[in-house]
């Protein structure tokens, strides 16, 4: 079991500690202003890019992410979005490596179909293999399956990222029993990839003990995404201040705030 260190306020991961566990997309905005104000807003330090999707210099002609979101002040966490098998997922991140001078941290999701977008985790644990032994800094999106996450720090994945629920879907943590399980066994960071929907989802992982959230729709596609971003990162520090502080245990019977000794009659 990871132990987590009270004094230790940022999030470690490959072995760079980052002030924020907030992690954020740059995707479904309405434009490269949005993105750069929400990211701002939200406090996130790291900041994850579909390189299937999302120009980061292979377009010279096209407006480039990395002017809104530069990698002087952010660091950007390429991911396989739209890969549906382990060689695509491999070449997608080793196109990355190019891109960003041999930029070592990414995501990898290898996705089933694209009506769930549920991980094909086969694929995933293929690929995963396949990249650590590359030199890569893997954090995978995976199912809550605890044995399947387990393989995945064994293969030496550097976080393991189960879904809350589908991703875009808002649903929030549908199964936090699994969640406990893997986040009880993991000595690599835990953080919750796709399917939170508003600030008190986020704020339930980090209670239950995960060390970060990423998310992108809950943000891009609320109303108000700088206002929503500001709310989810206030939500995370809550959420992981609460874990830190030790809640009190849940109770079938009625105790007092006050006590009753020594009470005047």
Same mark, same amino acid.
């Given at each position: 079991?990871?132990?987590? %260190? ?26 490269? %202003? ?28 096209? /407006?480039?992410?990395? %002017? ?9 966490? /390429? ?10 997922? #491999?070449?997608?991140?080793? *196109?990355?490596? !190019?891109?960003?001078?041999?930029? $070592? ?20 644990? $293929?690929?995963?293999?396949?990249? #650590? ?10 199912? %809550?399956? /605890? ?5 995945? !720090? ?8 189960? *879904?809350?629920? *589908?991703?875009?879907?808002?649903? @929030?943590? +549908? ?5 406990? +399980? ?9 953080? #919750? ?13 980090? !209670? ?30 809550? @959420? ?26």
């Amino acid at each position: 079991m990871k132990t987590n %260190d009270s004094q230790q306020s940022g999030l470690t991961i490959a072995g760079k500690t980052y002030r924020s566990r907030l992690l954020v997309g740059s995707g479904k905005y309405k434009d490269l %202003d949005e993105t750069r104000r929400a990211t701002e807003a939200s406090g996130a330090d790291i900041i994850t890019v579909a390189i299937r999707r999302v120009n980061i210099g292979q377009d010279p002609n096209a /407006p480039n992410l990395l %002017d809104a979101v530069p990698p002087s002040q952010y660091t950007i966490l /390429p991911n396989t979005a739209g890969c549906y098998n382990a060689k695509d997922a #491999v070449y997608t991140l080793q *196109l990355a490596r !190019e891109l960003l001078n041999g930029h $070592k941290l990414v995501k990898l999701e290898v996705l089933g179909d694209e009506k769930t977008l549920f991980p094909n985790m086969p694929e995933t644990l $293929k690929a995963a293999e396949t990249l #650590v032994k590359d030199g890569f800094d893997v954090m995978v999106y995976c199912s %809550d399956d /605890p044995i399947q996450a387990k393989m995945l !720090e064994e293969i030496g994945c550097c976080a393991v990222m189960p *879904l809350a629920s *589908l991703i875009g879907s808002g649903m @929030g943590i +549908l199964n936090p029993w699994n969640l406990s +399980l893997i986040i009880e066994q993991a000595r690599v960071p835990v953080l #919750v990839d796709a399917g939170v929907g508003t600030a008190s989802d986020a704020a339930i992982a980090m !209670e239950l003990g995960c060390d970060g959230v990423l998310m992108n729709t809950a943000i891009a596609g609320a109303q108000d995404p700088i206002r929503m971003a500001r709310a989810m990162k206030l939500a995370v520090e809550a @959420g992981r201040e609460a874990f830190l502080a030790g809640r009190i245990p849940r109770k079938f019977a009625a105790s007092p705030s006050s006590p009753m000794a020594g009470r005047i009659a």
